[in-house]
């Protein structure tokens, strides 16, 4: 008997089995399964670099995976993602007859909601590590969110030119769970680009800056926001969702709490 199991974007992945061969296109979900269930993977991208030393074949990068590399080696499912891979690359695997699970949470429950989906899909238990982000994440782990004061925040993801999170996004809601609301989040698009001049608009009283997917460092980035308060923030714990999510709580607002003029 065969089990339905839809992803984040309502696609059904119906299995004879589990699958035993399993690529993964998005970093985060490459973590995920590694910590679960290891022995599935056989290929990941160039950018999947936890946990350190995984050893699975290379396809490419996130948005221009090399397709050819990830047939030959003939997966029973891809891990892709709305936001970090190609609809035509999701379309172009499928049209070949390989199925793909798609994710794409904008909010913290539904990032662990999913996760527990694509897990179960691969075959896997829930494992402990994804009840361990539940409860930090649950309500009763509120004294964690007041380590962060309520602030107004713009939050940049690139420079050259400059892009910040919009509107419902993973991102947003995690700092939104942490105390600090985003100056962008009215704005028309998920990952609007914005001037310099924009960001001092917003009203914004902190300027928060992660080291992916741009690098931003102590001496790329907050030298153009002379004047407002700056987080550099772990960018794996503010956008990934896997097992990061278990420290992502008492890292962040430690980062945040961090803050200071540069």
């Given at each position: 008997m065969t089990?339905?199991?839809?992803?984040?974007?309502?696609?059904?992945?119906?299995?004879?089995?589990?699958?035993?061969?399993?690529?993964s296109l998005v970093p985060s979900l490459t973590e995920a399964l590694a910590a679960t269930e290891p022995g599935l993977l056989v290929?990941?991208?160039?950018?999947?670099?936890?946990?350190?030393?995984?050893?699975?074949?290379?396809?490419?990068?996130?948005?221009?995976?090399?397709?050819d590399r990830?047939?030959?080696?003939r997966p029973d499912l891809v891990l892709a993602n709305a936001e970090e891979n190609r609809l035509t690359d999701v379309e172009a695997l499928r049209s070949t007859g390989v199925p793909v699970w798609v994710t794409g949470p904008?909010?913290?429950?539904?990032?662990?909601?999913s996760l527990e989906r694509m897990l179960a899909?691969?075959?896997?238990?829930?494992p402990e590590w994804l009840d361990r982000a539940r409860r930090a994440w649950s309500p009763t782990a509120a004294p964690v969110r007041r380590d962060a004061a309520a602030r107004l925040a713009a939050v940049p993801i690139w420079r050259r030119p400059w892009m910040v999170v919009g509107a419902g996004t993973f991102a947003g809601d995690m700092l939104h769970r942490l105390g600090v609301s985003n100056a962008f989040r009215a704005a028309p698009s998920r990952y609007p680009k914005v001037?310099?001049?924009?960001?001092?608009?917003?009203?914004?009283?902190?300027?928060?800056?992660?080291?992916?997917?741009?690098a931003f460092s102590p001496t790329d980035g907050p030298e153009c926001f002379g004047?407002?308060?700056?987080?550099?923030?772990?960018?794996?714990?503010?956008?990934?969702?896997?097992?990061?999510?278990?420290?992502?709580?008492?890292?962040?607002?430690?980062?945040?709490?961090?803050?200071?003029?540069?």
């Open positions: 089990t339905d199991y839809p992803d984040d974007l309502g696609t059904t992945y119906r299995p004879d089995r589990p699958p035993g061969r399993v690529v290929g990941a991208t160039d950018y999947c670099t936890h946990p350190p030393g995984l050893e699975v074949s290379r396809v490419g990068g996130s948005k221009w995976p090399d397709l990830v047939r030959a080696l904008t909010t913290v429950p539904g990032g662990l909601d899909g691969c075959g896997c238990d829930v001037t310099l001049a924009q960001i001092r608009q917003s009203g914004a009283d902190l300027v928060v800056l992660p080291d992916e997917p741009y004047g407002l308060d700056v987080a550099l923030v772990s960018g794996r714990h503010l956008t990934w969702y896997g097992p990061s999510l278990v420290d992502a709580p008492d890292l962040l607002a430690g980062q945040l709490a961090a803050a200071r003029r540069y």
